[in-house]
């Protein structure tokens, strides 16, 4: 596809979710270092939850009846402790929360509830519902339910269930290998001494921790020279990546040669060119087995892009089943324009609700600071022009 034939938006989204066609391959990792990772297996239930009838209150356990009103203690049972079911007639257990309820007793009224209490005794109160206070055996799961799916990326309370089927390892995809590079002679690292002529490398690091922030680890592989013969030489060492993530280099200029360079190296590109702003040069494809995507050289457009195009191709590539993203509704607080016939990308900061529009959508794509004070992203379609106050718009949060 040639530079001319930019996509839309709606294709290049498709076209790029396309790209991750296959899945990494398998690990086992510790319950411990299970955060993050994606699972290749489902998981079901081994161990009923709970296990076994239990108090959800500390309070007094019993066998409900109509007339009940005042209970003898039998004995009293702490969590962890297991009792043979031992009641007689109007008598109960002094029970813990957690704790085991013996199979006598299907109600628990709380201490707070009582009408009096003592150590001897209960009296209750005129209204008590049976089954009160008392959880049952695998209410929450039952043995062979699923638990998590496989394609699941594992969160702190997805881990909280794993510790509860006693799972000490999990089958999870092995991590995707990233490389990020930069282009152009004139950039700088940040541990260098830039010059007025020279820049410093802002992609590089926003693009890592872009990535590290929806749990990719990334390599940064330095700065590729502005060479046709040294970018093909650099790209052929590369192909042991998942993955490869440029920035630069793919607009009409002369020493835009990144395409050139990926093409000598057995690159297919999918687009190049997105009808949008900003980002229009932003190009994805493969290199064998490697999927590649080229973002912009200006540090806001390239931010954007990955976030729109490459978080998501990344999520699939990874195994995860949830990789699009998600809008939330929210009310426009100022009234600001947008250039019809193409996708505008508008940045802007969103708080209780409304939406504001980082100065009045008015700023280059190479600028820094819309991205620092901006935490949404609107994107309007081809026909809109004009957005006004109060209009009803859904939005992405960063």
Not at 301 to 319: D, E, H, R, S, T
Request: glycine residues 8%.
């Amino acid at each position: 596809m040639s530079k001319e034939q930019a996509v839309s938006f709606d294709d290049a989204i498709s076209l790029s979710l396309e790209l991750a066609t296959t899945k990494p391959h398998r690990a086992w990792v510790s319950i411990f270092d299970a955060l993050g990772r994606t699972l290749a297996r489902e998981i079901t239930c081994k161990k009923n939850l709970p296990s076994y009838n239990n108090a959800a209150m500390d309070g007094f356990a019993f066998k409900y009846h109509e007339e009940v009103a005042e209970l003898q203690i039998k004995t009293t049972i702490l969590a962890g402790s297991v009792v043979e079911a031992c009641l007689a007639e109007n008598e109960c257990y002094k029970i813990m929360t957690g704790a085991k309820v013996p199979d006598d007793a299907d109600t628990i009224i709380p201490f707070e509830d009582c009408t009096f209490y003592d150590e001897t005794k209960a009296v209750l109160p005129s209204s008590i519902k049976k089954g009160n206070a008392l959880r049952l055996k695998g209410e929450e799961e039952r043995i062979g339910s699923i638990l998590l799916a496989e394609g699941t990326c594992l969160n702190s309370r997805d881990i909280a269930l794993l510790a509860s089927q006693g799972i000490s390892m999990v089958e999870v995809y092995k991590k995707l290998q990233i490389a990020v590079f930069s282009t152009g002679d004139e950039l700088k690292s940040p541990w260098e001494s830039a010059s007025e002529d020279e820049i410093y490398d802002i992609n590089a690091l926003s693009l890592i921790s872009l990535l590290a922030e929806h749990g990719f680890v990334a390599h940064s592989c330095g700065v590729i020279p502005d060479n046709l013969e040294a970018a093909t030489a650099y790209f052929a060492r590369m192909k042991q990546y998942d993955v490869l993530v440029t920035s630069g280099g793919v607009s009409m200029g002369e020493a835009d040669f990144i395409e050139r360079a990926l093409l000598a190296n057995g690159f297919t590109a999918s687009f190049h060119g997105i009808n949008i702003k900003p980002g229009k040069p932003t190009m994805m494809g493969k290199m064998g087995e490697t999927i590649v995507a080229s973002m912009p050289g200006n540090p806001l457009a390239a931010y954007v892009n990955a976030f729109l195009f490459l978080i998501p191709v990344l999520k699939k590539f990874q195994g995860q089943k949830k990789f699009n993203f998600s809008t939330i509704h929210a009310r426009n607080a100022e009234a600001f324009n947008v250039k019809s016939g193409r996708v505008n990308l508008v940045l802007g900061s969103f708080k209780d609700g409304v939406f504001h529009v980082f100065g009045a959508n008015k700023y280059g794509s190479g600028m820094v600071k819309p991205l620092v004070s901006s935490n949404a992203l609107w994107i309007s379609d081809e026909k809109t022009s004009n957005i006004e106050a109060e209009q009803e718009l859904n939005i992405l949060l960063f």
